[in-house]
């Protein structure tokens, strides 16, 4: 009998933890979730990563290749289909369609909030990005810092805004402890996912919704 006990307790405890696992996550703005930002790569475009020469070494591209990897998939799962692709070096931040720029600055001399900066240099009237770079400050050199800074400026480009008040390990636009160390993660986490998804597929419908009231109004 006592067997019988422990073993029908046993998978009680079993599909418990089955239904805990398939249970969804539920995200919340500034808990577990970043907040959007203004601006993002349009939908179904690749985004060519050019890198300054002379200012990472191979290794380290490799390492925040891996980060255009997780973004890749990412945006494939959730409908966005921006690839990142690697162009190679440049000379200079460049300013082509569809262009990223990675390179290097002092940033943490310059404003001691930041270790790494997404500025968007050209966006189109509908506030989509054209062109943009990212500084990354010398010192930086830890590979999985590198990973982990890269996927947050990513994540600017994918629609997300820093997130100071999730909690830790939640998202990977946390903040950073220090200039060569991760926030715990170095991929976006699911809520991350979610939110990109949200932001594409309003961009998606308000895009359809327009395109309705132009094939109207030239149809009267």
């Known amino acids: 009998m006592r067997n019988t006990l422990v073993t029908v ?72 289909n921006v690839k990142f692709v690697d162009a190679g070096e440049s000379d200079s931040v460049t300013t082509c369609r569809n262009c990223l720029t990675v390179t290097r600055r002092e940033v943490y001399k310059h404003d001691r909030k930041h270790y790494s900066f997404f500025y968007p240099l050209r966006q189109d009237e509908r506030g989509l990005l054209v062109s943009a770079y990212i500084d990354f400050d010398f010192a930086t050199t830890s590979h999985q810092a590198l990973q982990g800074f890269m996927s947050h400026e990513l994540g600017h480009g994918m629609g997300l805004w820093d997130c100071k008040n999730c909690g830790k390990k939640q998202t990977i636009m946390n903040g950073f402890p220090g200039i060569n160390r991760d926030n715990g993660l170095i991929a976006p986490s699911d809520c991350d996912i979610a939110v990109v998804k949200e932001v594409y597929d309003f961009h998606r419908r308000s895009n359809s919704v327009a395109a309705a009231i132009t094939t109207s109004s030239d149809g009267q």
């Not at 805990?20 to 995200?27: L, V």
């Not at 990897?69 to 494939?76: G, L, N, P, Q």
């Open 9 to 80: 307790a046993l998978l009680i405890i079993s599909v418990a933890g089955v239904q805990a696992q398939e249970s969804p996550r539920i995200c919340k703005t500034e808990r577990n979730a970043p907040p959007s930002n203004s601006y993002f790569w349009p939908p179904d475009s690749i985004v060519k990563v050019y890198f300054v020469r002379n200012m990472f070494t191979p290794e380290q591209r490799h390492t925040m290749s891996a980060a255009m990897i997780e973004w890749t998939e990412a945006a494939s799962k959730v409908g966005a």
